[in-house]
Nanobody
Framework: QVQLVESGGGLVQAGGSLRLSCTGS????????IKWFRQAPGKEREFVAG????????QYADSVKGRFTISRDNAKITVYLQMNTLNPEDTAVYYC???????????????WGQGTQVTVSS
């Protein structure tokens, strides 16, 4: 199964921006939709955004719609999450995972990475 590594997190002030990267390994990366999830302390993992294998279709959680943009570059085996107008409620560890659809369900994925921490200060 494709393996993914998240990067790009950091500390940013409210209103700021970050771009996360999800880089894959293996020749099957472009066969999969890729989703971003996040998990804040004491909360369940929640869907953030998903993108189809071709990049033609995307879906977002209501909480990030209009602020976050997901995109992919299959030649670079990377999916990006551009996050703008960040607020403290976006603070979480962000994870990416492959799936066969772009909806909000959490995939049965055995190789979850360590994620990348995003901290938004007020």
């Amino acid at each position: 199964q494709v393996q993914l590594v998240e990067s790009g997190g950091g500390l940013v002030q409210a209103g700021g921006s970050l771009r996360l990267s999800c880089t894959g390994s293996g020749r099957t990366f472009s066969d999969y939709a890729i989703k971003w999830f996040r998990q804040a302390p004491g909360k369940e993992r929640e869907f953030v955004a998903g993108i189809s294998w071709s990049g033609a279709f995307t879906q977002y959680a209501d909480s990030v719609k209009g602020r976050f943009t997901i995109s992919r570059d299959n030649a670079k085996i990377t999916v990006y999450l551009q996050m703008n107008t960040l607020n403290p409620e976006d603070t979480a560890v962000y994870y990416c995972a492959p799936d066969h659809a772009i909806g909000p369900t959490i995939p049965q994925y055995r190789n979850w990475g360590q994620g990348t921490q995003v901290t938004v200060s007020s």
